[in-house]
């Protein structure tokens, strides 16, 4: 892991601009998980030199990008990523049953996994499976699994909800998918690290770290 | 137990599926599914089935199509909410199907301890989750487990790509999926497979499912459904 930048972005960041910031972050030669929903895009931004392998769920090591008529690949539906969308092999890859996969994630052996999330407490416990309404139908696929599986888990999400509440919180209010799990958050306002001395604050979009501190309720 | 039988026709492989079996089904969405299989299951009858899968049906074909038949009583799954899941989400909603969701690799590895022989084991996955609520824990070296149980099928639908005459087989890319853990752990294990080789025409290096977990086998015509319908 590169040791924090300490930048500030004049502004708020997308979420493709916050994805090639998890990319840049992720150490040479990791094997990687992305997460079905935004974390597919930091995919995008992980360059050839880093040798990054990622992982997904169904199966495969050394998962390449989502295959595309266009190009010229071979639609095949034998071939598909987490979120069912066809891909293509890398050189290298390999593949292995649901049991292997999951053993793989579970016996911590993969390098980092990144997740979306509704609610990250500043202790690391993650809720992103439920929203605990009644008559949503619950589905948790391999989310749980991957919360406290790898070395480092990662959460790629805004920092604010719709109706502009902090989603990093003093405690969860949604199901939760894992206990003490996260060790990083990267959001659209800045990137904080959770530790058991506090929340680090690394980096910071748009918005100064006494002001993101005052807007989530942390201390000094 | 003793050697596969080679059957022609997926009819004939789905013979004496009895009402309330447990039926293991491989597939990840629509890679792997033994869509033969179901749809003969499907005209073969038995119902108030318990379906052990990692989805609950896309569209209206495979596993959804079952659903839609009236035959299961229950799923468990991982992940039953997909886009293109309303088979399931209406029965759901209808309270016309029960639904146990389990953590992915918890699904993968009760199955697994079934085949082995393994009669429980503690699992770190769920710990402090609502899918924990009501399970025995324990802490082990300062980490907290959960007590999972096997799950045993009274038949496992599996698909894979190639099969040799024995019943051993090998599968293809991401279609693999569950295939492997699902023929080790149900009583009778049935496999539709896109072509039968002769014994020795497998290399015995890469034979993923070995021929003593495969009952049944058929050959069937590969199916080829469009790249939308994977999603």
Known sequence: MKASTGSTSGRVLTMDELAAVIARDIAEGSYVNLGIGQPTKIADHLTPEQGVVLHTENGMLGMGRKAEERLGDVIDADLTNAGKVPVVETPGCSYFHHADSFAMMRGGHLDVCVLGAFQVSRTGDLANWSTGRPGDIPAVGGAMDLAIGAKDVFVMMTLFAKDGSPKLVEACTMPLTGVGCVSRVYSDHGVFDLTPEGVGIRETYGVDEFELRRRLGLDG | ?231
């Open chain 2, 1 to 231: 137990m003793s050697r596969a039988q080679l059957l022609d026709s997926a009819d004939e492989a789905v013979t004496g599926i009895e009402d309330g079996s447990t039926i293991l089904i491989g597939g990840f969405g629509l890679a792997g599914m033994p869509f033969d299989l179901i749809d003969a299951l499907i005209r073969q009858g038995a119902t108030d089935l318990t379906v052990v899968a990692n989805n609950a049906g896309n569209g209206e074909v495979g596993l959804a199509a079952l659903l839609q038949a009236g035959r299961v009583r229950k799923v468990l799954c991982s992940f039953p909410r997909q886009v293109d899941s309303y088979v399931f989400d209406e029965l759901y909603r209808a309270g016309r199907i029960e639904l146990e969701v389990v953590p992915q690799g918890n699904l993968a590895e009760r199955m697994r301890a079934a085949g082995a022989g393994i009669g429980a084991f503690f699992c770190p996955t769920g710990v402090g989750t609502p899918l924990a609520e009501g399970k025995e824990t324990r802490t082990i070296e300062g980490r907290d487990y959960v007590l999972e149980y096997p799950i045993k099928g009274d038949y496992a639908l599996v698909s894979a790509y190639r099969a040799d005459a024995m019943g051993n087989l090998v599968y293809r890319r991401t279609a693999r999926n569950f295939g492997p853990v699902m023929a080790t752990a149900a009583t009778t294990t049935i496999v539709q497979v896109g072509e039968v080789v002769p014994i020795g025409a497998l290399d015995p290096e890469a034979i993923v499912t070995p021929s003593i977990y495969v009952d049944r086998i058929v050959q069937v015509e590969a199916r080829h459904y469009t790249v939308e319908g994977a999603r």
